[in-house]
Each structure stands twice: as structure tokens, then as C-alpha cells.
């Protein structure tokens, strides 16, 4: 009963984010008869296949549960940490990617350099802490999962990895150290500051799907 609460918890800070995050519109109150003719409007959009409102989940038992992602709405993951948030929603991004579909990822704690870093050992199957840190023997002497055999492997690999990012349509909102200077760049990561970065960037980047990481605060 109290994990039960917590993740309550979780869930409603999550929604309340959410809805500081959208922005409100005064709608006039009418009559039935309207929202019917926009339902109708909609369903003849979808039956002659010229409406895009749906995009596909990354794995058909997912979406055969709990149906497609619906365009303009909020889909919220509420878990732990450690249970595996953060690498659910960056498949689902390169999932997203690879089918054409421009993806931003808006961390609010992970630096983007962490992030394409995990990026790297899920799209070629490297272990996370040997694309972290490099290749080293004690990893394979550990039995770590997924770990290349030798440094000459792991470097092809980390390359083409690296190279099979840049040509997806990923963008990042996420914190930035400068590997030289060591100065962090950090966007505004307040609900309204959200939301006015991803409109503006949104205008000349053509974006279909947002990912929201870690809402904390």
C-alpha cells in the first residue's frame, strides 16, 4: 500500500507538471451538435487515410494494451528509480526516429552527453559502462553483459554508432558541458520555459513526438 501511494504520488506531480506545461485556450461554451460534427470530421480524416493522429508504440504488445500514441496528447510513465524510465523513453525515441518522425528529448536532469551515450550502447548493443568509460579488460574479466571483446571491436562500434546518430532525426533539450572549458549550459526547465523552447524550435524543426524526462520538482 505505501509503493502503491508513492507512485500515486509520482503520477500526480507528473499531471500537475503537465498542466502547467499546457498552455489553456477559452472556449466558448455550445451545443452538442458541434462536438458531433467534429467528431465526424476527424473519423472522415482517419477513414480516407488523411489524417495523422496516431503514432505507433515501439513494441505491438504495448500498443495492442494500451493503444497507439495519440497526437496532442500527454502520455505519462510513472516508476521508481532504477526501474528503467529513462531507457524505455530512449527506445521509444529511436524507435520514433528510425520511422521518420522528429523526436525531442527534453531532460531535465541527464546531460545530454549521458544521454547519447546510453543512446550509443542500445542502437549496437555495447554495455553502457564500457561506451561510458571506455574499453577495459577487467570488463570482460567481470562478465559485464554485451561487452565488446577487445578495444580495437569496441571503437568500430562506439564510430558506427555515433554515425548512425547523426543521421537520425533526434534533437535534444537537455543540459551541456563544454568538454574543454568544463562550463555547463542549461536551458530553462520551468513548465512555461519548456513550453516556449519547444514552440520556437518547433516552428523550423518539424517535431512529432516530445519526450519528457524526470519530472522531479
Known amino acids: 500500500a505505501k509503493g502503491k501511494a508513492s507512485l500515486d504520488k509520482i503520477r500526480e506531480r507528473g499531471e500537475n507538471w503537465l498542466v502547467q506545461a499546457t498552455p489553456s485556450v477559452s472556449r466558448t461554451i455550445d451545443h452538442i451538435a458541434s462536438a458531433v460534427d467534429e467528431s465526424e470530421i476527424y473519423f472522415d480524416q482517419m477513414d480516407a487515410g488523411t489524417g495523422d493522429f496516431f503514432l505507433p508504440a515501439m513494441l505491438h504488445d504495448v500498443e495492442r494494451t494500451f493503444g497507439s500514441y495519440v497526437r496532442g496528447e500527454a502520455t505519462i510513465l510513472a516508476n521508481f528509480t532504477g526501474n528503467g ?16 518522425y522528429g523526436v525531442l528529448y527534453v531532460s531535465v536532469e541527464v546531460y545530454r552527453k549521458v544521454l547519447v551515450e546510453r543512446l550509443i550502447s542500445h542502437v549496437m548493443q555495447i554495455n553502457y559502462t564500457q561506451v561510458q568509460y571506455g574499453w577495459k579488460q577487467r570488463h570482460i574479466d567481470e562478465g559485464m553483459p554485451y561487452s565488446c571483446p577487445d578495444n580495437e571491436t569496441f571503437r568500430r562500434l562506439r564510430k558506427e554508432g555515433q554515425e548512425q546518430l547523426r543521421e537520425l532525426p533526434i534533437h535534444f533539450m537537455a543540459r551541456s558541458r563544454d568538454p574543454r572549458t568544463g562550463y555547463v549550459t542549461s536551458p530553462t526547465f520551468t513548465p512555461s520555459g519548456i513550453r516556449t523552447e519547444i514552440r520556437n524550435y518547433a516552428e523550423k524543426h518539424k517535431i512529432d513526438f516530445v ?4 519530472i522531479t520538482k
Open 85 to 100: 524510465k529513462t531507457a524505455w523513453a530512449l527506445q521509444e525515441a529511436v524507435d520514433k526516429a528510425r520511422r521518420g
Open 211 to 214: 519526450v519528457l524526462g524526470y
